[in-house]
T-cell receptor
Framework: AQSVTQLDSQVPVFEEAPVELRCNYSSSVSVYLFWYVQYPNQGLQLLLKYLSGSTLVKGINGFEAEFNKSQTSFHLRKPSVHISDTAEYFC?????????????FGKGTTLSVSS | GAVVSQHPSWVICKSGTSVKIECRSLDFQATTMFWYRQFPKQSLMLMATSNEGSKATYEQGVEKDKFLINHASLTLSTLTVTSAHPEDSSFYICSEWRVNEQFFGPGTRLTVL
């Protein structure tokens, strides 16, 4: 079975500051890893995903994440945030080779960007 | 553009009534779709896996007689909340896999009075 732990429930940050949202996972098999963003009353939008290859993954809106297999982590980073980045962020995993299975989500991190 | 649509986006109903939520796959034949439920300030919890032409698979603790899922075609899955009660008020989201990525619908906000 797989599980996902998002280490911070809320992250307040000032505009133009860097941010890191932390995600750790547990799995007995290899996994695909995802970060999604959710704005109020909307569905989920994919920020980035790690399937294989380079451990540094670049996504949309200037976000990137690094897969660390030894630490079972997939932390999301952005060097300079904007007010518009205020949203809920979810880390998720799916067992490798089982693309038809549902995602397992972390509890989410609320990113609040203020001026 | 959107690849998964949901209808309605927002519904308010009286306690005891039934509500149907539609999830459509756009330009893709989805043999499997997923239904999630999200309570305020919480994460998404898988309710059931909808399989085209067969019975849905429900997660533990989800009442299959209350949350009826029908996947009659490769582009449409429906979730019917029967005899809705205020505790069923939530955000319901469907999704599908397409080539190593899961796409989500925009969600349906259900409020039961």
């Amino acid at each position: 079975a797989q599980s996902v732990t998002q280490l911070d429930s809320q992250v307040p940050v000032f505009e133009e500051a860097p941010v890191e949202l932390r995600c750790n996972y547990s799995s007995s098999v290899s996994v695909y890893l995802f970060w999604y963003v959710q704005y109020p009353n909307q569905g989920l939008q994919l920020l980035l995903k790690y399937l294989s290859g380079s451990t540094l993954v670049k996504g949309i809106n200037g976000f990137e994440a690094e897969f660390n297999k030894s630490q079972t982590s997939f932390h999301l980073r952005k060097p300079s945030v904007h007010i518009s980045d205020t949203a809920e962020y979810f880390c998720a995993v799916s067992p490798l080779g089982q693309a038809g299975t549902a995602l397992i989500f972390g509890k989410g991190t609320t990113l609040s960007v203020s001026s | 553009g959107a690849v998964v649509s949901q209808h309605p986006s927002w519904v308010i109903c009286k306690s005891g009534t039934s509500v149907k939520i539609e999830c459509r796959s756009l330009d893709f034949q989805a043999t499997t779709m997923f239904w999630y439920r999200q309570f305020p300030k919480q994460s998404l919890m898988l309710m059931a896996t909808s399989n085209e032409g067969s019975k849905a698979t429900y997660e533990q603790g989800v009442e299959k007689d209350k949350f009826l899922i029908n996947h009659a075609s490769l582009t449409l899955s429906t979730l019917t909340v029967t005899s809705a009660h205020p505790e069923d008020s939530s955000f319901y989201i469907c999704s599908e896999w397409r080539v190593n990525e899961q796409f989500f619908g925009p969600g349906t906000r259900l409020t039961v009075l």
